[in-house]
């Protein structure tokens, strides 16, 4: 009895592992169902449940490319009232042309200056937390477009982007 209960019980889980290795393997090619998927259909086509499909229109005008500058050097300094350190990787960016970038490297010891001000006024609860940090990035793209106005009739800063947040 003890045998037939083992045999029937490995029957059992090669049927098993035999029916799921056929259902993930056996019924279309992966590529296959991955260009079904992204596939356009044509206006008013449905979808395999009879809901119609959404399609998007690709827009007419090109995408602007945006431009990318890192900081080398991490900033670091305290924040308002703190003991601790503060140490931030620091990257820019802007849809303008090649100008800003170009700018932001010919006043790049100017930027690190304002960058030190910024956030030394903060205190480490105004910089904890996701909110927190973008009010820190908020704060810095003001201040480092008000400074390239300054020096260059033009800020042009769109973004401002952490690397790296360390606070000790």
């Known amino acids: 009895m003890r ?6 019980g490995a029957a059992i889980c090669i049927g098993l592992g035999l029916g799921v290795g056929w259902y993930q393997f056996g ?6 169902d991955a260009l079904r998927l992204i596939e356009r259909a044509p206006e008013g086509a449905t979808g395999p449940d ?11 005008q090109p995408a602007f490319v ?3 500058y890192a900081f080398e050097e991490p900033v670091t300094t305290n924040p308002a009232g703190s003991r ?3 140490q931030v ?3 820019l960016s802007t849809q303008y ?11 790049k010891t100017a930027l690190r200056s304002d ?3 910024v956030i030394g006024s903060l205190s480490e609860d105004e910089m904890t937390g996701r909110e927190g940090r973008e009010r820190l990035a908020g704060a810095l793209k003001d201040a480092l477009n008000e400074r390239l106005e300054q020096l260059e009739g033009f800020g042009g800063i769109e973004g401002v982007y952490f690397t790296s947040f360390i606070l000790q």
Not at 27 to 32: I, K, M, N, S, W
């Open 115 to 117: 960058m030190l001000a």
């Open 97 to 107: 042309d090649a100008q800003v970038m170009a700018n932001v490297e010919t006043h």
């Open 3 to 8: 045998l037939v209960k083992m045999i029937l």
């Open 50 to 60: 009879g809901m119609p499909r959404a399609t998007r229109a690709l827009p007419e």
């Open 84 to 86: 601790r350190f503060l």
């Open 27 to 32: 019924r279309t090619d992966p590529l296959d």
């Open 89 to 91: 990787g620091v990257s």
């Open 66 to 68: 945006t431009t990318y």
